[in-house]
């Protein structure tokens, strides 16, 4: 098989033109997330179809086109308008009552929503059919402006190429902001907390968030 992807703990394969395979390298929720895709895509958001899954692997659709990170690498001048987009697939996400099998994150009071956890530049796929969502083995259920949250949290503080220079990292999130209705700010520290306990960070990533756990910004 070709290795087309490398994620942070699942590598990507091609299987043929329209189909790929997920592979994690610890195991995965694959049921779980598997389950939330379907579900997603009856209700008409932008996933993959998933034809089969294992314990540790997904048979997926292969999607062509460049990742918004990608984008953004190539093409800054479109920061701001790829911020509204992403803004925007939080709102129609966040439109959707979570279904009562998924796991609670950040719960609420009772009106919890379906939330990703880990919507980001590099999870979307810009498509010719439009912008898709992957990577949803983070996904739960709960209060919307944790999901904006840890976006903010995670791009900002992400050791990335594409998202080193500060102007135009702080402009993707003030226009992320711009398109997305709801206010994370009473979650962001949560979020900084949650995002610490990911065994994936950087080096780099960690310093960050413990700066910004202490209150620091920089």
């Not at 592979?23 to 993959?48: K, Q």
């Not at 692997?57 to 911020?83: F, I, K, Q, S, Y």
């Not at 980001?120 to 919307?144: F, K, R, Y």
């Amino acid at each position: 098989m070709e290795l087309i992807a490398r994620g942070r703990d699942a590598d990507v394969y091609a299987l043929d033109e329209s189909r790929v395979l997920r592979r994690y390298r610890n195991g995965g929720p694959t049921g779980l997330e598997a389950r939330l895709m379907r579900h997603l895509a009856a209700s008409e958001y932008p996933v993959p179809k998933v034809y089969e899954t294992t314990d540790t692997d997904m048979v997926l659709e292969r999607l062509t086109g460049p990742t918004m990170l990608e984008v953004l690498a190539g093409r800054p001048w479109r920061v701001a308008a790829l911020g509204r987009m992403l803004g925007g697939l939080h709102d129609r996400l966040h439109a959707l009552p979570a279904p009562e099998w998924l796991p609670r994150r950040f719960g609420t009071a009772g009106d919890d929503r379906v939330l990703h956890l880990d919507l980001h530049p590099g999870n979307v796929l810009l498509t010719e059919q439009g912008p898709m969502v992957i990577d949803w083995c983070n996904a739960g259920a709960g209060d919307p402006a944790a999901d904006v949250a840890m976006t903010i949290v995670t791009v900002a503080g992400a050791e990335v190429p594409q998202l080193t220079a500060r102007l135009g990292r702080s402009l993707f999130l003030r226009s992320m902001r711009k398109g997305c209705a709801t206010d994370p700010g009473g979650r962001i520290r949560e979020a900084v907390e949650a995002k610490l306990a990911d065994p994936n960070l950087t080096p780099t990533e960690a310093a960050w968030l413990r700066r910004r756990a202490g209150g620091r910004t920089d």
